[in-house]
């Protein structure tokens, strides 16, 4: 699976998301070793259209450090979750269904101060089996509900085909790093 590094207050951690379907968050010591402080098992293949395979978790990021230890994780159950530590020793975790044909990837938009208007607004952009581009937000703190804001369709252009089904899959995705467009 993969491997991402988040800091937080001088521990470091890392993040894996597996075929198996769980993502798990390990602390790493001064001493170099790993210890899992959670695992996340809720993906599961019961919303896919896909039933023949297993659940895989395709890509995770880490929450800019502003919104705290926080990370997404895309899978093929058509589920985006997001695992948030709650307090100094316990992790929580929600779901979005996002797309019945797979989430292949998630990017975090980078931070963005709080305005008086609005407070902070939270975006994960998600690459999704449909060929397009979801985006979910949610209010102030990754702790609170996430609701989808706005998908792009049409995404990907065909480029192939593959046993006579189109090959059309979405990844990676990221944000431009500059705000351009007002997100």
Same mark, same amino acid.
């Given at each position: *699976?993969?491997?991402?590094?988040?800091? $937080?207050? $001088? %521990?470091?951690?890392?993040?894996?998301?597996?075929?198996?379907?769980?993502?798990?968050?390990?602390? %790493?010591?001064? =001493?170099?070793?790993?210890?899992?402080?959670?695992?996340?098992?809720?993906?599961?293949?019961?919303? /896919?259209?896909?039933?023949?395979?297993?659940?895989?978790?395709?890509?995770? $990021? !880490?929450?800019?450090?502003?919104?705290?230890?926080?990370?997404? /994780?895309?899978?093929?159950? *058509? @589920? &985006?979750?997001?695992?948030?530590?709650?307090?100094? /020793?316990?992790?929580?975790?929600?779901?979005?269904? &996002?797309?019945? #044909?797979?989430? @292949?990837?998630?990017? +975090?938009?980078?931070?963005?101060?709080?305005?008086?208007?609005?407070?902070?607004?939270?975006? &994960?952009?998600?690459?999704? *089996?449909?060929?397009?581009?979801?985006?979910?937000?949610?209010? %102030?703190?990754?702790?609170?509900? !996430?609701?989808? =804001? /706005?998908?792009? =369709?049409? #995404?990907?252009? =065909?480029?192939? #085909?593959?046993?006579? &089904?189109?090959?059309?899959?979405?990844?990676? %995705? $990221? +944000?431009?790093?500059?705000?351009?467009?007002?997100?």
């Amino acid at each position: *699976g993969k491997k991402e590094p988040h800091h $937080e207050k $001088e %521990i470091c951690q890392h993040a894996s998301c597996s075929y198996d379907g769980s993502v798990k968050i390990f602390s %790493i010591s001064k =001493e170099k070793s790993y210890t899992v402080v959670y695992t996340y098992t809720g993906h599961n293949s019961s919303g /896919t259209i896909i039933v023949l395979c297993l659940t895989i978790v395709n890509c995770l $990021e !880490w929450a800019p450090p502003e919104y705290g230890a926080a990370l997404a /994780t895309a899978s093929s159950d *058509g @589920n &985006v979750a997001i695992l948030y530590k709650a307090n100094d /020793t316990e992790w929580n975790s929600q779901q979005v269904v &996002v797309c019945r #044909m797979g989430c @292949n990837a998630v990017s +975090w938009c980078p931070y963005r101060p709080s305005s008086k208007e609005t407070g902070s607004v939270l975006r &994960v952009a998600v690459a999704a *089996g449909d060929s397009c581009v979801h985006i979910l937000k949610c209010f %102030i703190s990754p702790s609170n509900p !996430w609701d989808l =804001e /706005t998908k792009f =369709e049409d #995404m990907v252009i =065909e480029y192939g #085909m593959f046993l006579g &089904v189109l090959s059309s899959v979405l990844q990676p %995705i $990221e +944000w431009l790093p500059v705000d351009v467009y007002g997100y």
